[in-house]
DNA sequence: CGTTAATTTGACGGGAATCAAGGGGAGTGG
DNA sequence: CCACTCCCCTTGATTCCCGTCAAATTAACG
């Protein structure tokens, strides 16, 4: 079939449905020629893999992604989450530099890289937005070095909670698809501190948790205050 | 004139000549509707400012440039530094997600955006150069959230050198344009830290210093594998 | 309902930050 | 040409935040 030239796969990906899903493509959507297919991955089943040709690009419709790069020893640092809606796995070289894992079952739209291509050839609207989607891409990773490089544990965390309620609009509370070792993978910590800080943060009032990964934000400013979130930004 | 919606300037940019520089502009040469006009900083002065509107997009011509974030009390995190040849600046939104300041007595290269936007709108493969610089940023931006999360003090530096080394291709040895806080704020430590890494590798001899800015690797092997450059990558 | 993974919590230690001097080099002015 | 000054850099002493190690509790899953 194609997609698996993955390396570890617990599951086998599947297509779900091979044949045509209306255009949704995000703002790629009503272009008829980029027509994807719905592929399935089970928990931690690797969508690619670093330095692996980029043959796809990628789209999550359901369930959620996590990108990263390892250190030879194992240390991992995660680059980012994607959740449904989100695009990934856009590259302007031939090769991904990150690898990606669905985080929780998953179904991710996919479509061929060199159809985009073509098609970005001819509509320069497609261009534009390709551009758009690495930009938005190198935006988030900007903020994310200054987290990883001069926030606290404390504040870290804060952030992240911040962004996660951000990207959930559903039912105001957070649930969070992550274990604590995903998140402090996220954050350049380890998951004891995390969940030390969580239990804080509980403690406090300023969160409330109905179970480890529900969580509903009670205090935003005191989150916004402690992630320096508000003075500049 | 121009450029200097800037806040804090201590010297005053200057045009050093305003007439038509024989369009050098990277792979953007060759096309004479990019004209640029060089501008001189002096050091520590500011370029751009973060949220400003993105007027011009930039290339180094002689010096180093630094961006960076900045939180509400002063911590910064530099993002990336620029020396001679580099492009800065490119956003696909409408403002600069970053500040730019020279570090040194620095020319830059400058070129209005919307000049470039509009070849980019005719001419697909610069709108395809401007993908790639800013894929080429990510890529970069990427590979340093797994310094900042994850590498130790010792391997941070050890990086560092390594990449001003295969980025300083003249003379063999490092120049390096920038303060131990700039190294600092870019990986994420404190001045003291890198001062006594930097300390250690020369009493082990794996670089030798003709001063504190001129560093020459003696043990490559040695700073790859310090700095974890070995294995994956 | 048993087994395993995920999370929480505690005790402890260490790596890097902080606090604090002390040198050194480049540029300036006498 | 030399002395003065201002940064920049180095080095030492101490602190502390967070990582490590360990164990108990809870949740998930077949």
Same mark, same amino acid.
């Given at each position: 079939?194609?997609?698996?030239?993955?390396?570890?796969?617990?599951?086998?990906?599947?297509?779900?449905?091979?044949?045509?899903?209306? #255009?949704?493509?995000? @703002?790629?959507?009503?272009?008829?020629?980029?027509?994807?297919?719905?592929?399935?991955?089970?928990?931690?089943?690797?969508?690619?893999?670093?330095?692996?040709?980029?043959?796809?690009?990628?789209?999550?419709?359901? #369930?959620?992604? /996590?990108?990263?790069?390892? *250190?030879?020893? #194992? /240390? $991992?640092?995660?680059?980012?989450?994607? %959740?449904? !809606?989100?695009?990934? #796995?856009?590259?302007?070289?031939?090769?991904? $530099? *990150?690898?990606?894992?669905?985080?929780?079952?998953?179904?991710? *739209?996919?479509?061929?890289?060199?159809?985009?291509?073509? +098609?970005?050839?001819?509509?320069?609207? =497609?261009? $534009?937005? +390709?551009?758009?989607?690495?930009? $938005?891409?190198?935006?988030?990773?900007?903020?994310?070095? @200054?987290?990883?490089?001069?926030?606290?544990?404390?504040?870290?965390?804060?952030?992240?909670? %911040?962004? &996660?309620?951000?990207? &959930?609009?559903?039912? !105001?509370?957070?649930? @969070?698809? &992550?274990?604590?070792?995903?998140?402090?993978?996220? @954050?350049? +910590?380890?998951?004891?501190?995390?969940? /030390?800080? =969580?239990?804080? %943060?509980?403690?406090?009032?300023?969160?409330?948790?109905?179970?480890?990964?529900?969580?509903?934000?009670?205090?935003?400013?005191?989150?916004?205050?402690?992630?320096?979130?508000?003075?500049?930004?």
């Amino acid at each position: 079939m194609f997609i698996q030239s993955a390396a570890i796969v617990r599951q086998q990906a599947r297509p779900v449905s091979a044949a045509v899903t209306s #255009g949704q493509f995000c @703002l790629f959507a009503s272009r008829p020629e980029l027509i994807g297919t719905k592929m399935s991955y089970g928990r931690d089943e690797e969508i690619y893999g670093e330095a692996e040709e980029a043959e796809f690009v990628y789209k999550v419709v359901s #369930g959620a992604v /996590r990108t990263y790069k390892l *250190l030879g020893d #194992g /240390r $991992r640092q995660i680059g980012a989450f994607h %959740l449904p !809606g989100d695009l990934f #796995g856009f590259e302007s070289n031939a090769k991904h $530099r *990150l690898s990606a894992e669905a985080i929780a079952d998953s179904v991710v *739209l996919l479509c061929k890289r060199s159809t985009l291509e073509r +098609l970005a050839a001819r509509d320069i609207e =497609v261009a $534009r937005q +390709l551009w758009a989607i690495t930009a $938005r891409s190198l935006d988030h990773a900007e903020e994310h070095m @200054l987290l990883l490089g001069r926030k606290t544990a404390a504040e870290r965390v804060a952030s992240f909670l %911040l962004e &996660m309620d951000a990207r &959930m609009q559903v039912s !105001g509370a957070i649930n @969070l698809p &992550m274990t604590r070792r995903d998140i402090a993978d996220y @954050l350049g +910590l380890t998951l004891e501190t995390v969940s /030390r800080i =969580v239990s804080q %943060l509980q403690a406090e009032g300023t969160v409330a948790l109905s179970s480890a990964r529900q969580i509903r934000v009670q205090k935003r400013s005191k989150l916004q205050e402690l992630g320096s979130e508000l003075p500049l930004h």
